[in-house]
Antibody, heavy 119, light 107 residues
Framework: QVELVQSGAEVRVPGASVKVSCKTS????????ITWVRQAPGQGLDWMGW????????NYAQKFQGRVTMTRDTSTTTAYMELRSLRPDDTAVYFC????????????WGQGTLVTVSS | DMQMTQSPTTLSASVGDRVTITCRAS??????LAWYQQKPGKAPNLLIY???TLENGVPSRFSGSGSGTEFTLTISSLQPDDFAIYYC?????????FGQGTKLEIK
């Protein structure tokens, strides 16, 4: 079955960077894509962008452009999301998700990684 | 950016009720719309994609309809497990934004 297992919770000070990993299994990684979505405490879902498992092409939401980098390692079927210049309002649970077979919806999700930004 | 607006924000209902949640897009998204259910402390779960296609394993009491700018998610007979937050998402254009969510609570 499809599984996405994310790295553990992180605490960072403002201005630092964080890199979250998403180890996948149960599907053909290079035929799919991985989307990153975040959710601030008590808030809704915020689409950050996605990366193609096939060629590594990315599309980022404009609000994260210049601060986010999504990468993948096809040998380990793992996706990564790095967010830089962290601010307290970046405190959120970050989810990775497998792109749907028929479009850019999110078919399967990781368990989420809490990133806390605080001085 | 496009906007996705759900209504109502909160919906109080009882087990066995039929409920409908509406999602409106600020511009046409065709039928490129998905619905998710999220429970506290958990990742969202895909219910419907392409506006009306039920994801495998999702109970048939869930259904979706609509096209263009107006969509609905209907639960035909609420079960205790259905009390959660529901989100719509358009995936016609980037960014694939979500609605703000509808909390379905027990009356």
């Amino acid at each position: 079955q499809v599984e996405l297992v994310q790295s553990g919770a992180e605490v960072r000070v403002p201005g630092a960077s964080v890199k979250v990993s998403c180890k996948t299994s149960g599907f053909t990684f290079t035929s799919s894509g991985i989307t990153w979505v975040r959710q601030a405490p008590g808030q809704g879902l915020d689409w950050m962008g996605w990366i193609s498992g096939f060629n590594g092409n990315t599309n980022y939401a404009q609000k994260f452009q210049g601060r986010v980098t999504m990468t993948r390692d096809t040998s380990t079927t793992t996706a990564y999301m790095e967010l830089r210049s962290l601010r307290p309002d970046d405190t959120a649970v970050y989810f990775c998700a497998r792109r749907g077979d028929y479009g850019d919806y999110q078919a399967d999700w990781g368990q989420g990684t809490l990133v806390t930004v605080s001085s | 950016d496009m906007q996705m607006t759900q209504s109502p924000t909160t919906l109080s209902a009882s087990v066995g009720d039929r409920v409908t949640i509406t999602c409106r897009a600020s511009e046409s998204v065709g039928t490129w719309l998905a619905w998710y259910q999220q429970k506290p402390g958990k990742a969202p779960n895909l219910l419907i994609y392409r506006a009306s296609t039920l994801e495998n394993g999702v109970p048939s009491r869930f259904s979706g309809s609509g096209s263009g700018t107006e969509f609905t998610l209907t639960i035909s007979s609420l079960q205790p497990d259905d009390f959660a937050i529901y989100y719509c998402q358009q995936y016609n254009t980037y960014p694939c934004i979500f609605g703000q969510g509808t909390k379905l609570e027990i009356k």
